[in-house]
């Protein structure tokens, strides 16, 4: 059974670096792209990129000149780096994976991290 | 990138048919069939109701279902329920091998 569980600072001021972590648990992690996804209430869904077990990423153009996701294999977890945030930046960020091989839909979720960026 | 384009909020009675538009352009909805669709309830992470346009994962009801025309697809709810009251998002890939969201849709079931 795939479970996705993530955790990080909830709490930041601007300019402040975000930074979350996402452990999966069953399943392969070297078959999928992992996936970050914020949700705001001013923008809804939005996608902030992906990486892979190689470390190969792909970003959203938006986001991209602040944004670095890394991977630690031996922990089969993987993380995200929002630099120099601001109020926009204020949203639930979620983890997730494809429903499956070559999926670009996700069928598994983290839980939600509430983050709040305030001075 | 730009969000792909979904009504604010559409509504419906009980037992009624909805339909939600999700329009892009010829570098996402239109360039492939990669078109998902998402519940959400706050609090809650989404969950995938239709990917690949018309894929039903398992346990979604048939009462959903997906279809796209040119670089317009939408999502059906027919014989509306009030669990279905939630927003919906629509999602695509794109050529620039990236992902992109439509601004999300609230339905109200009346």
């Known amino acids: 059974q795939v479970q996705l569980q993530q955790w990080g600072a909830g709490l930041l001021k601007p300019s402040e670096t975000l930074s979350l972590t996402c452990a999966t648990y069953?399943?392969?992690?070297?078959?999928?792209?992992w996936t970050w996804i914020r949700q705001s209430p001013g923008k809804g869904l939005e996608w902030i990129g992906e990486?892979?077990?190689?470390?190969?990423?792909n970003y959203n153009p938006s986001l991209e000149s602040r944004v670095t996701m890394s991977v630690d294999r031996s922990k089969n977890q993987f993380s995200l780096k929002l630099r120099s945030v601001t109020a926009a930046d204020t949203a639930i960020y979620y983890c997730?994976?494809?429903?499956?091989?070559?999926?670009?839909?996700?069928?598994?979720w983290g839980q939600g991290t509430p983050v709040t960026v305030s001075s | 990138q730009s969000a792909l384009t979904q009504p604010a909020s559409v509504s419906g009675s009980p037992g009624q048919s909805i339909t939600i538009s999700c329009t892009g352009t010829n570098s996402d909805v239109g360039a492939y069939n990669y078109v998902s669709w998402y519940q959400y309830h706050p609090g809650n992470a989404p969950k995938l109701m239709i990917y690949d346009v018309t894929n039903r994962p398992s346990g979604v009801p048939d009462r959903f279902s997906g279809s796209k025309s040119g670089n317009t697809a939408s999502l059906t709810i027919s014989g509306l329920q009030g669990e279905d009251e939630a927003d919906y998002y629509c999602s695509s890939f794109t050529t620039s091998s990236t992902l992109v969201f439509g601004g999300g849709t609230k339905l109200t079931v009346l």
């Open positions: 990486i892979n077990y190689t470390g190969n990423t």
């Open positions: 069953g399943g392969s992690f070297t078959d999928y792209y």
């Open positions: 997730a994976r494809p429903r499956g091989l070559g999926a670009t839909a996700f069928g598994y």
